[in-house]
C-alpha cells in the first residue's frame, strides 16, 4: 500500500509538472494602442506617433504598427494626419504655440480602442552660461570621468518646476569627417563602443546645474545645447523603466488604457562651435 502511495505521487507530481510546461509558447496577444509625443513651451503641436503594441515574439516593423485615420484630440481639437507620414498627427492651427503651466488632455480613438493622458507644461525655464557665450568656440578636451573638468556650467538656481532636466548636445553636422576619434578606454567605459556614440547625446541630471564636459560630445563644430525641464510624465515614466522592478512602479501607467508617453517640457538652448 505504502508503495502504491509512492507511485501514486510520484504519477500526480510528474503530471503537474507537465501540465505547467506544456506550450509554453502558447498564449493570446491583444495589440493595445501606444501613444507617444511631447509638447515643448513656445513650440507648436507637432509629430504625436499613434502605433500598436506588437508580439514580443513577432518580427516589429515601426511603420507597420502605425496606426492611420485615428481619432486624436487635445483638449478637444482633433488633430490632422500628415499624409506622407502615416501615423503621425499634428495640431491644425500651426501659429499656436504650447503655453507654460498649461495642462492639455490627449485622447485618441481608434477602432474599439480608446487612450489618454495628461500633461502639466513645466514653467518658462532659461539657464545661466558660466564660462562661455552664445556663438562662443569651445576646446575639445577629452577627459577620464563624469567628473573631468567642466568646458562650461549651466545654471538654473531656484527654478522649482521639474524633478529631472534632460540635456541634448544636438551637433548641427554628424558625419565621420568630424567625429571626434577616441579609442582610450576611458572613452569605451564612459561614451560606449564608437559605434553607440550618437548624436545627439543625451544625459539627465537632478540637481540645479549642469557641468558640459568631454561626455557631451561626440562630434566637431555647431551644436546646440539644449537643457529641458520635464514634466512629473517623463520624470515617472524614467524612473519606472529604470527602477520599477524594484519599487513596483507602472511606467505603462501614463498612457489610460494603452501605453507609450505623453510628456511635456519648457527648454533653453545655447549655441557653441566645439574644435579640437
Known amino acids: 500500500m505504502k508503495q502504491l502511495l509512492k507511485i501514486s505521487g510520484f504519477l500526480l507530481f510528474t503530471f503537474l509538472l507537465m501540465m505547467g510546461c506544456e506550450n509554453p509558447n502558447q498564449y493570446e496577444f491583444e495589440p493595445e494602442l501606444v501613444l507617444n509625443g511631447q509638447l515643448n513651451a513656445g513650440q507648436s503641436i507637432d509629430s504625436i506617433y499613434v502605433s500598436l503594441s506588437a508580439d514580443i515574439l513577432a518580427k516589429y516593423n515601426t511603420f507597420n504598427q502605425r496606426v492611420t485615420g485615428a481619432e486624436v484630440t487635445i483638449n478637444g481639437v482633433q488633430l490632422n494626419e500628415y499624409n506622407n507620414l502615416p501615423g503621425v498627427y499634428y495640431y491644425p492651427d500651426h501659429p499656436y504655440k504650447v503655453q507654460s503651466e498649461e495642462t492639455y488632455r490627449i485622447e485618441v480613438k481608434a477602432g474599439d480602442k480608446e487612450v ?3 500633461t502639466t507644461v513645466p514653467p518658462l525655464f532659461n539657464f545661466t552660461a558660466q564660462g ?10 577629452p577627459g577620464i570621468s563624469f567628473f573631468s573638468n567642466a568646458f562650461f556650467t549651466l545654471t538654473w538656481p531656484g527654478y522649482n518646476g521639474s524633478k529631472i532636466y534632460r540635456i541634448i548636445s544636438l551637433a548641427e553636422v554628424a558625419n565621420q569627417s ?11 567605459v564612459f561614451k560606449g563602443e ?25 562630434y566637431t563644430g555647431w551644436h546646440s545645447i539644449i537643457v529641458s525641464a520635464m514634466d512629473d510624465n517623463y520624470y515617472d515614466y524614467r524612473n519606472g523603466i529604470l527602477f520599477g522592478e524594484q519599487s513596483g512602479q507602472n511606467f505603462n ?16 538652448t545655447l549655441r557653441i562651435y566645439l574644435v579640437e
Open 116 to 118: 489618454s493622458s495628461e
Open 253 to 268: 501607467s501614463i498612457v489610460k488604457g494603452g501605453y507609450g508617453l505623453f510628456a511635456s517640457s519648457a527648454s533653453d
Open 132 to 141: 562661455v557665450s552664445d556663438g562662443d568656440t569651445v576646446q575639445y578636451v
Open 194 to 218: 564608437e559605434k553607440d556614440r550618437i548624436n545627439p547625446a543625451m544625459w539627465w541630471v537632478a540637481d540645479e546645474y549642469a557641468r558640459i564636459n568631454w561626455m557631451f560630445f561626440n
Open 178 to 188: 568630424n567625429f571626434i576619434e577616441d579609442d582610450r578606454p576611458e572613452a569605451d
